[in-house]
């Protein structure tokens, strides 16, 4: 029999994967080209031809032996995070060494790396609504209790109000990720401020330390010059943690890095505690071929003008018809208020015209449903008149 825990995480199993596995059967039944499934965040724009380019010569230059062995340390190549360290130093004008940068297997690894790291039973890991539904099992595997801060539904910015009067002595950690999933906002510079200095007050105030962790695979996908700000520059106590499943269109090969400054309380230590944390969860270390990869593809980023021109699309198309939408700055998401206040009611409805998309209630934001547009652009052209029947059922 399996544990009680797995068995809650069993039945409330993803409903986004659910959704993915909907679009495979209707795929099967009415065509591939007849079914808009806008249901799961997976590229659709291929990795940068440096990423092959990279694969081949790493290949020819490196000792078999080595690239496919373990690494010395767990937390990665020293000549990778060394690289990883100056490529963020002269963008962010930040001054990490290689001991700051750890590499993971993608974001999901370095989330449960940190929190493995800074969770004891209990404790209190504050994130704001709508967030990537999984930061509530993540949580979950280090007994640590994730506290939602509801959702501005005008401005998906954070409620900061409603943040400082939710902070106790037992929050650990304080989650944000921006450009945001599910609503493709970036938090503003002023918001960060502003939290930042909540954060600083309490930690003051309750004599405890409080983690800011910037869960960042959308960093690159940012529109119109956008600024995402980087966060170690305004709280201390900052960890970052990257990906390149998004920005390197690699979401298979599991890679990114937890960068944890010096400024951080007890940075050594928990350093070392991130390092340990990657072994016995099994993960051991960051996927060798894949680490060599990103060190020769630090310049390089995935064609966002495929997503942005789907994203206008998108956007343009839905609100014509009444739908209402903040228009995304980042990431590859459209956040929908539902016509109706059940917005699974609104799934369903969809479902009738091939349309797949996901319940808010899934990012802890119910009454809005969200579509992932890292699809082709003809799936969204075609849609466009599928969504328009959807419309005419709530004139
Ligand atoms: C907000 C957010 N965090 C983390 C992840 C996990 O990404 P990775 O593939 O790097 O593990 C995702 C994936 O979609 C995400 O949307």
Redesign the pocket.
């Known amino acids: 029999m399996i544990s009680k825990k797995m068995e809650n995480m069993v039945a409330n199993s993803s409903a986004i994967r659910a959704m993915f596995e909907e679009g495979n059967r209707l795929a099967k039944i009415y065509g591939a080209e007849n079914v808009y499934d806008f249901s799961l965040?997976n590229p659709n724009v291929p990795a940068p031809d440096a990423v092959k380019t990279s694969i081949r010569e790493i290949l020819e230059e490196e000792d078999p032996v080595l690239l496919h062995g373990y690494t010395n340390s767990n937390a990665g190549y020293e000549e990778v995070r060394s690289a990883v360290a100056d490529s963020l130093n002269t963008r962010f004008n930040t001054s990490f060494n290689t001991k700051n940068i750890t590499m993971t297997?993608?974001?999901?690894?370095?989330?449960n790396v940190i929190l493995k790291s800074l969770l004891n039973p209990g404790d209190e890991v504050i994130t704001f609504a709508p967030?990537?539904g999984?930061y509530r099992s993540y949580t979950n595997n280090y007994d640590g209790v994730l506290v939602e801060i509801s959702p501005d539904t005008n401005s998906f910015q954070p409620k900061l109000d409603e943040f400082e009067a939710k902070i106790t002595s037992k929050t650990k950690a304080v989650i944000v990720?921006t450009p945001?999933?599910p609503t493709g906002v970036v938090y503003s510079e002023d918001t960060i401020i502003k939290m930042a200095a909540i954060m600083e007050k309490k930690q003051k105030e309750l004599g405890t330390v409080i983690y800011l962790i910037s869960?960042e695979?959308?960093r690159e996908l940012a529109y119109d010059d956008v600024e995402v700000p980087y966060l170690t520059k305004y709280y201390a106590n900052t960890v970052v943690?990257y990906?390149?499943?998004?920005s390197l269109s690699l979401?298979g090969e599991?890679i990114?890095y937890l960068v944890i400054p010096d400024e951080v309380a007890d940075s050594e230590v928990l350093i070392s505690a991130v390092n340990v944390a990657t072994r016995i969860l099994g993960f051991v270390n960051a996927p060798t071929l894949q680490q060599k990869i990103v060190k020769k593809c630090l310049n390089e980023k995935t064609d966002i003008s495929y997503y942005n021109r789907n994203r206008e699309v998108l956007y343009g198309g839905l609100t014509k018809l009444g739908f209402e939408c903040i228009k995304p700055e980042g990431?590859f998401y459209l956040f929908v208020k539902s016509p109706v206040s059940d917005e699974k009611l609104l799934c369903a409805a969809a479902k009738k015209y091939n349309i797949l998309i996901v319940p808010g209630s899934s990012f802890g934001c119910p009454g809005f449903v969200r579509l992932a547009y890292c699809v082709s652009y003809e799936t969204i052209m075609n849609s466009l008149p599928k969504f328009a029947e959807l419309a005419e059922e709530y004139k």
């Open positions: 965040g297997v993608g974001a999901a690894g370095g989330l967030y990537f999984e990720n945001n999933n869960d695979p959308y943690g990906s390149y499943s998004k979401p599991r990114g990431a």
